[in-house]
């Protein structure tokens, strides 16, 4: 009787890989946490901080819980609140609207670009109005580096600048990417990451961070993670989180900075070999100019008429994984349909919806492998 065996599954990302060529460094990291049990606040802490100070380019940086809390911790440290408007794309994870709306204040979702992904600045300057009609307080702006690539901040910077608002960066997909020759971390007034476990720069569990210069903000940031605590932690001055990065995880991303640029050149040669062997069958990513990408996903567009979800059936059973990012919006997800879009609606964010879908993409994947998700999605497309 013949049998039919199953290709082996790909891995979607591959922190496995990761984690056996890292080894040792690792086991001897949580080692030295676990010797001197300072599990919070302990010394690989402020290293960290110091470390990916000198990486971004950023004066200050603060560690903290997650990529949400990041977000959070800022949004509060500015005072934002009820009668605020926050611009947002609606193309991207629900955080970033999340954060705005737990703070009382009012996401405004825009639309972004379709070559990108990107916040769209002349969107932004329609949300900005539809804030206004609705006699809210444009306060802040919030472009989102999606999948791995910088978002224009100059033009939404002097979008911003106009209407005297400050900019949140959310870099929690593209931390380490650059815009015009600087790296991420060093635009806005502030810059929100995230390292979570499947971003490039991920840890073993939740963390995030926060970039910036202005050093009354670093030192209001620092308060806020810890409940809102003054010169005494019992004086507490201010409503704040328990928003702390654990020592184990800091210690942990010690050692992943150390290989992170060699992981991001490699991710930019997957990058490559995905668009020589697929740029003629599906619209693969683009590239703006002055922009890098490091890739925390490689997201392509369905053809016309592609059922996406057949699309990803014939792929998995050959062993394929793909992913969504994202099937509905932000405007249109049920905790937040009832918030304001800019006016003439968001087709673009709509459209992406529809026709996106996001193929294997780490810095392990080998030339071989990723010829057969190639040749597997060729003809996924031709039958």
Not at 52 to 70: E, I, N, Y
Not at 248 to 257: F, R, S, T, W, Y
Not at 310 to 315: C, G, I, M, R, T
Request: net charge negative; aromatic share 8%.
């Amino acid at each position: 009787m013949n049998q039919h065996l199953r290709p082996d599954p790909v891995p979607f990302i591959d922190i496995g890989a990761q984690r056996r060529r890292l080894g040792q460094s690792i086991d001897d990291a949580v080692g030295r946490v676990l010797a001197h049990c300072q599990f919070i606040n302990g010394p690989e802490v402020a290293q960290l901080e110091a470390e990916l100070a000198a990486f971004s380019g950023a004066k200050h940086v603060v560690t903290c819980a997650s990529g949400t809390d990041a977000l959070l911790m800022v949004l509060m440290a500015k005072g934002v609140g009820s009668g605020d408007a926050v611009l947002c794309p609606s193309f991207t994870f629900c955080a970033t609207g999340e954060a705005v709306a737990l703070t009382g204040a009012t996401p405004v979702f825009v639309d972004v670009d379709e070559a990108t992904f990107n916040m769209d600045a002349n969107a932004l300057k329609r949300g900005i109005a539809t804030a206004k009609k609705l006699g809210l307080k444009p306060k802040a702006v919030i472009p989102v580096d999606l999948f791995g690539q910088s978002a224009d901040h100059d033009s939404i910077a002097a979008v911003a600048r106009a209407e005297g608002m400050f900019v949140l960066d959310d870099a929690a997909q593209a931390f380490g990417a650059s815009y015009k020759g600087r790296r991420l971390g060093t635009f806005g007034l502030v810059t929100a990451t995230s390292f979570f476990p499947a971003k490039p720069l991920g840890c073993f569990g939740d963390g995030g961070a926060i970039f910036t210069d202005d050093p009354e903000l670093a030192a209001t940031l620092r308060s806020i993670r810890v409940h809102g605590q003054g010169s005494d932690k019992y004086d507490n001055v201010r409503l704040g989180l328990t928003g702390r990065l654990d020592t184990m995880q800091a210690a942990i991303l010690i050692e992943k900075l150390k290989i992170f640029e060699d992981e991001i050149a490699a991710r930019n040669q997957v990058a490559e070999r995905y668009a020589r062997g697929l740029g003629n069958v599906v619209s693969v990513p683009h590239v703006a100019g002055g922009c890098t990408s490091i890739w925390a996903q490689y997201t392509i567009r369905l053809p016309h008429g592609v059922d996406r979800d057949d699309f990803a059936a014939a792929l998995k059973t050959q062993g394929i994984p793909t992913a969504i990012y994202y099937p509905k919006s932000m405007h249109q997800q049920t905790a937040y349909r009832d918030y304001p879009v800019a006016d003439g609606g968001l087709p673009v964010s709509e459209k992406l919806s529809d026709d996106v879908i996001s193929l294997p993409m780490h810095a392990y994947l080998d030339e071989a492998t990723q010829q057969r998700i190639i040749k597997a999605v060729r003809g996924a497309l031709s039958t």
